[in-house]
């Protein structure tokens, strides 16, 4: 769910707004419609592909990339960086079990923000500059799309032209810590997305139809440094890592994930019954429980001081029925991979650290114009 073709974006809705300003943006969305994606991302104020389209627009990519003489490789992993004179010289790529050197003066390492094993290679070459960076850690909320579309379209919901109704909403609280909405998937699901095993983590996703009977949203609390617990360039991965342990432990150790009413959540009580207007749809399938068990009391209290307030915001935000399925770790990379102005790594040259996994982007089109960005720096160094 974290790698190969199209990266996690494949399977969270294909959301393409962004809140960068850059020329470079309607390049990409004019790229995706070119290969598939639907017409009205090119107008539409909050485009988004639909993830059971986005596959077969990145796999047209793909085939352009070959026929114009490039190479894409699958089950293949970069397990070294060359280097040589504080410069790139290759890296070294094992598919399958067999390992090759490939020789380059450049590397644009968009690796993605799951990439632990990256990271952790990095790390150990000490070449590579990295630091921790705050990211926002929280869990998937999911209402009845209906109740959704109800606050946002009043008398007007259900008609057939306006689709399932969105929202996104933040709120800054007295402890300093924010809570907002991300990734929100109108009529979509909650999706699993761990990526090691003994682990469970959620995401969301909607169809092109967003048609499914529930909307949900990453409801995230932002997390800093400070909350890591050291001061190591990997002490985020680590604090990830522990809660998604925790989380299949308390899911009961099938890949299950943890599962609170909002009602319990905002009463301090576990939930041992999810017979509700709300029906979970994350598979294989959830346990209810209490958050607390799996999220630091820290978190757990900004959420629902949160949904408290949004829910003065959008009328059912705090319906007690709507559900939290646990966790959402991978908003964001937890780790920055410096560069300079360039974009280039400033103790060795040729080496680009680039999109969301390196720390400098936040999202499909943020990260593509990120990619053009540094390929135009190793054009210019090329000439």
Known sequence: MQFGEGGAGTFSDGKLNTGTKDERIFFVLQTLCEHGAPEDILFDAKPHVGTDKLPQTVRAIREEIKSLGGEVRFNTQMTDLLVKNNAVCGVVAETNGVNETIETAHVILAIGHSARDTFKMLFEKSCVPMEPK????????EHRAETIDRAQYGDFAGAPALGAADYKLNVHLENGRGVYTFCMCPGGYVVGAASETGSVVTNGMSEYAR?????????????????????????????????ERTAFEAGGGAYSAPCQRVGDLLENRATTALNGSVQPTYRPGVVPGDLRDVLPDYICDSMAEGIRR???????????????????????SPVRILRNETRECPTVRGLFPCGEGAGYAGGITSAAVDGLRCAEEILKQSL
């Open 134 to 141: 705050p990211f926002s850690v929280g869990a998937r909320i």
């Open 211 to 243: 048609d499914g009977q529930n909307s949900n949203a990453a409801l995230l609390v932002g997390i800093t440094p400070e909350d890591f617990g050291s001061a190591h360039p990997l002490a985020g991965i680590a604090f990830q890592r522990k809660i």
């Open 310 to 332: 949004m829910g003065r915001r959008l009328r059912g935000f705090d319906d007690p029925d709507a559900l939290l399925t646990a966790p959402e770790t991978r908003s964001s």
